[in-house]
């Protein structure tokens, strides 16, 4: 599968930015699909993933309800909504995917096979 990650922009601190995650290939259903963020200096952390099937979400402890992740099979698409946006979300965010991912993994990196470019996010005090 590939991915393409889109809707990066520079925004104000307390504004929202939406997040599209496009992609292409088959049996897009059978993916997990996660969002990590870097930000320069430091290393990718885990923001956001969906489930396959079902649909289980799962968020990075910094996120405290100010991000939802939703996923439209039709199309391909993973969205993040982004709102109450600080300065130090500032990062480049990237989506990623794998097949049939096993529930402990959906934080790590490493078992990511699909990784689209990163689409930046820059938010001003």
């Known amino acids: 599968v590939q991915l393409q990650a889109s809707g990066g922009g520079l925004v104000q601190a307390g504004g929202s930015r939406r997040l599209t995650c496009s992609a292409s290939?088959?049996?897009?259903?059978?993916?997990?699909v996660a969002w990590f963020r870097q930000a320069p200096g430091k290393a990718r952390e885990f923001v956001s993933a969906i489930k396959y099937g079902i649909g289980t979400k799962y968020y990075g402890d910094f996120v405290k309800g100010r991000f939802t992740i939703s996923r439209d099979n039709d199309k391909k698409m993973v969205y993040l909504q982004m709102n109450s946006l600080q300065p130090d979300d500032t990062a480049a965010y990237y989506c990623?995917?794998?097949?049939?991912?096993?529930?402990?993994?959906?934080?790590?990196?490493?078992?990511?096979?699909?990784w689209g470019q990163g689409t930046q996010v820059t938010v001003s005090s």
């Open positions: 990623a995917a794998a097949s049939f991912l096993y529930n402990d993994y959906y934080g790590t990196e490493r078992y990511y096979n699909f």
């Open positions: 290939g088959r049996f897009f259903i059978n993916y997990t």
